[in-house]
């Protein structure tokens, strides 16, 4: 059996507040923010992946302690079966930092402004000691052909500053797969962008995603987004995933309360088609004092008694589909 791209079991990041010398030495109490906490999924080879969620429910701190950006606090990331907390150096340089690529939000912090463009798509090539300075040139100029930056010469030698906000996302494009990854995420990878470079950039992602045989994580609070860039989509509260599904059968028929009230919040073309609608009480918890037993509990319309005394597991509510609630449990 094919070992999955990205495995992770019971992943956790957590932040200490509160944890200067000068706190510790007035014995000021030590706050513990849980942004991840103990989030176990799988993203098979070729297989897009999405991760829904209010802002600030752990999406982006999850992608970068995936991809080790973050040394996670508790449990494992396997990529390609392999645990990366037991790679050597080499294996990190040559088996995973080239393997796994993330493209970022914000295409107008991500492309250095003193760079041109030539400079930073080349720069991962130079840094991995990949080909020679001839060679180097050519897959620049390719790569950058193949994100839409065509001819390549008429943008090779641009500072980031003489571009658009779709073409400088086309440019963090093509530094994350000029090493030729398996692996990549987008955060967010349109949520900056204007509307009419948003659809021509989740196009060129596709693209990719088929033509270079990608596996991948989009990272989104836009559902229409996920729905049409991924297989399957999981939903994130408060650190922990409460539902995991086949994407048509997450945004047509949800199971968790909170994932359905998502779904009726997004927008839908047809006006024929209805959708129930769900409005939440209260705010979002504060993620150092979690609220015992399941976390969407003081939100949830259909909360029980039950429901303040204990975490529930994941079940199975569906083909393929599981959610973090107790109305499931047989």
Request: proline share 6%; hydrophobic share 35%.
């Amino acid at each position: 059996m094919t070992e999955p791209t990205i495995r992770t079991k019971d992943l956790t990041k957590h932040f200490t507040l509160n944890d200067s010398f000068v706190s510790r030495l007035f014995g000021t109490e030590t706050k513990t923010v849980r942004a991840v906490d103990g989030v176990s999924f799988e993203i098979e080879r070729g297989e897009s992946f999405g991760l829904a969620g209010e802002s600030g429910c752990g999406k982006t701190t999850l992608s970068k302690t995936l991809l080790d950006l973050y040394s996670p606090t508790a449990g494992d990331v396997y990529f390609n079966g392999q645990n990366i907390a037991e790679m050597s150096d080499a294996e990190m340089d040559s088996d995973f930092r080239t393997e796994a690529q993330i493209v970022y939000q914000n295409p107008y912090d991500s492309v250095n402004p003193g760079y041109t463009v030539r400079r930073w798509v080349r720069e991962p090539l130079d840094v991995h000691g990949i080909g020679s300075r001839d060679e180097r040139e050519n897959e620049v100029a390719e790569t950058l052909e193949r994100v839409g930056l065509k001819p390549a010469d008429a943008y090779i030698d641009e500072y980031s500053s003489e571009l658009s906000g779709g073409e400088r996302q086309r440019v963090s494009i093509a530094r994350a797969i000029v090493l030729g990854p398996s692996f990549l995420v987008g955060d967010e990878p349109v949520s900056m962008l204007d509307v009419s470079a948003r659809a021509s950039i989740l196009h060129l992602l596709n693209d990719l995603q088929t033509d270079l045989g990608l596996s991948s994580l989009y990272i989104s609070h836009d559902l229409s987004m996920l729905k049409y860039m991924c297989d399957r989509i999981g939903v994130m509260y408060l650190g922990k995933l409460v539902e995991v599904g086949p994407t048509e059968q997450i945004i047509n028929d949800p199971k968790h309360p909170y994932t359905k009230a998502l779904v009726g919040s997004t927008p839908i073309i047809d006006p024929d088609r209805e959708r129930e609608s769900i409005d939440l009480e209260g705010e979002v918890p504060d993620p150092v004092n979690l609220p015992s037993g399941c976390r969407f509990a003081p939100r949830c319309p259909e909360a029980m008694e039950e429901c303040t005394r204990a975490e529930p597991p994941m079940f199975d509510t569906n083909d393929e589909q599981v959610a973090r609630c107790i109305l499931y449990d047989d």
